[in-house]
């Protein structure tokens, strides 16, 4: 019996082990996978002469990813803008505010949207807001527009976002012990300067995590944004111009120009940058999360 149990703990402590290991080096994994499968690529161009140059034509063999990734980081830019305030003041209301019953309600509505597939989204855009920007949004500033612009694919990105950045803020505002607003009220601090200096400040680095995540979600989304952002190269970009991120590259062009040589390694590379830019996402986050909580 004894010896049974001695080892069910060992196969028990090994397939646990097993599965960390697994999981910490997926990454590692999938990052050298993309790197070997771009080598060609780097032997025909160096590293900042495939970031830096703008020039894409894939027949005369040059491919600068530029525009790409110029493209990628402003729709990702837009939508944070347009998510991020909307997100931290809703959290902040169904946690802080609002009666028990609006927050049963919205639990479900908030799975609802998370759970939708993103060619939904996607027409969804083309329907609702593509003409919204073309009509309405672009004459307010004097430009005319065919509405698949950058602008469109950063509102279309942000409606996507909110669900998961608001799951994640609720959680975050809720896990806030109640004693301390309590105790700042009993002090003779007002309900909001309570919310604001107690609830808001101590959760700081989970506010922060759950931005982090909801921007690397966002630079990797690929099927809505495709379907409105325009998906023309730029080298200059208003945001009622058509743009092309780098996941509507992959999706676009993958499995149809592979015949042309070294097109599979820049697609490759493409996944390579993705990969790389969102880990930079996620450090750069970390760090803030680091600093947060040292103060």
């Known amino acids: 019996m004894l010896f ?17 290991v697994t999981i910490l080096l997926l990454p590692l994994v999938i990052g050298v996978g993309l790197y070997l499968k771009s080598v060609p690529l780097f032997e025909h161009q160096n590293l900042w002469h495939l970031i830096g140059t703008s020039e894409w034509a894939p027949h005369e063999g040059k491919f600068g990813f530029w525009p790409f990734i110029a493209g990628s980081l402003y729709v990702t830019l837009i939508a944070f803008v347009f998510a991020a305030p909307v997100c931290l003041l809703t959290g902040i209301y169904l946690t802080q505010f609002s009666s028990p019953k609006l927050m049963r309600i919205m639990h479900p509505v908030i799975d609802i949207l998370a759970g939708l597939p993103s060619v939904i989204y996607g027409v969804w855009g083309i329907l609702v807001i593509v003409p919204f920007v073309s009509r309405i949004v672009a004459p ?38 109640i004693g301390l607003k309590e105790a700042s009220l009993s002090l003779g601090a007002t309900f909001w300067e309570s919310v604001k200096h107690v609830v808001i400040r101590k959760s700081y680095p989970g506010i922060i995590s759950a931005f982090g995540l909801g921007i690397a979600k966002a630079f990797g989304e690929t099927i809505a944004v495709m379907m409105v952002v325009g998906n023309m190269v730029q080298t200059h970009f208003s945001p009622f111009e058509a743009g092309y991120p780098l996941p509507a590259l992959i999706a676009n062009n993958y499995g149809e120009m592979l015949s042309i040589p070294l097109y599979d390694s820049a697609l490759m590379f493409a996944a390579l940058l993705l990969f790389v830019i969102i880990l930079v996402i996620n450090i750069i986050f970390r760090y803030f999360i680091y600093k947060t909580r040292e103060r």
Do not use: H, Q
């Open 4 to 20: 049974r149990r001695i080892l069910i703990d060992k196969i028990t402590g090994i397939w646990m082990v097993a599965a960390l």
């Open 140 to 177: 307010v500033f004097n430009t005319s527009s065919s509405g698949y612009t950058i602008f469109a694919g950063g509102i279309v990105l942000a409606v996507m976002c909110i669900p998961y950045i608001l799951n994640m803020l609720i959680e975050v505002f809720n896990t806030v012990p």
